[in-house]
């Protein structure tokens, strides 16, 4: 059965999407099948990937609030073994629709069904917030991805995701596990970024990935050419940076006894 991964952070502009976007490639790349679900309304991982709008296609917002089969909107990008499931613009009245509706936070967790044996990993882009399409994704995943910016407020603002989750954990019984704080832009030639750094090293220990992403023209570059880093620039540092990201989970998945290759 596939791994099912929120990708969320309620601050925006800390890499979030371009994180779904690039570890989806690079999980694809090294021979896994892969879903990205786009539960950002601004649908910025749908466009980000070159797919144009349209309005006959079911998305998102059909699956969640009007029944349709998640497999309908699924739609294969030019990466062998990476599809993705868009979002449009329908997608931001969700919140509001989904109020009075009936299991309102189990409705992707209730889409994905047998989905979850086709694939390895299905990511989740969420939005930069914590409302009723981050809880629907974060209700649907096995575990949370935090890509995270080192500054000054950093600390902070991951310290309300975390009780976040702990709520959800308390709520519903829930086991949602932290796959990881990923430090993205990060930038080892300013104080600032090294302390901040070592502060949530300090506070979050092993949760702390690793991998770091690094500041990249050629990363921020790569979606308006609706292209993944690997095949905007494979040489480029953000490109090795999403695969050495993917084999550190790959690995991380190996040593906790779980096998991604029953996907396929």
């Known amino acids: 059965m596939g791994k099912v991964i929120a990708v969320t952070n309620q601050k925006g502009g800390v890499g979030k999407t371009t994180t779904a976007i690039n570890l989806s490639a ?3 790349a090294s021979d896994l099948r ?7 309304p601004q649908g910025n991982a749908t466009s980000g990937l070159g797919v144009a709008k349209d309005p006959g296609r079911p998305s998102l917002y059909d699956v969640v609030l009007r029944g349709v089969e998640l497999r309908q909107a699924i739609i294969p990008t030019e990466l062998q ?4 499931v868009a979002a449009d613009k329908n997608l931001v009245g969700a919140n509001l629709e989904l109020v009075d509706t009936e299991r309102r936070e189990f409705r992707l967790r209730e889409s994905l069904g047998q989905l979850r044996e086709e ?3 299905i990511l989740i882009d ?3 917030a914590l409302d009723l399409l981050t809880l629907n994704a974060l209700m649907a995943a096995d575990s949370v991805l935090i890509p995270l910016q080192c500054e000054f407020f950093a600390l902070e603002g991951i310290s309300e995701l975390i009780a976040t989750i702990d709520r959800i954990r308390d709520s519903f019984q829930h086991q949602l596990k932290i796959e990881g704080i990923l430090l993205t832009m990060f930038d080892d030639r300013t104080n600032l970024t090294r302390q901040v750094a070592a502060d949530l090293r300090e506070f979050f220990g092993k949760d702390v990935l690793e991998t770091v992403i690094p500041r990249s023209v050629r990363l921020a570059e790569a979606p308006s050419h609706g292209k993944p880093i690997l095949t905007y620039d494979i040489r480029s540092r953000g490109a090795e ?3 050495k990201l ?8 190996q040593a906790c006894g779980n096998s991604t290759q029953s996907a396929g």
Do not use: H, Q, T
């Not at 993917?246 to 998945?253: C, F, G, N, S, T």
């Open 26 to 28: 690079s999980l694809a």
């Open 34 to 40: 892969v879903l990205l679900i786009d539960s950002d």
């Open 81 to 84: 073994g990476f599809d993705l």
């Open 119 to 121: 694939y390895s990993f």
């Open 126 to 128: 969420c939005p930069p």
């Open 241 to 243: 940076s999403y695969i």
């Open 246 to 253: 993917a084999k550190e989970i790959l690995d991380r998945e």
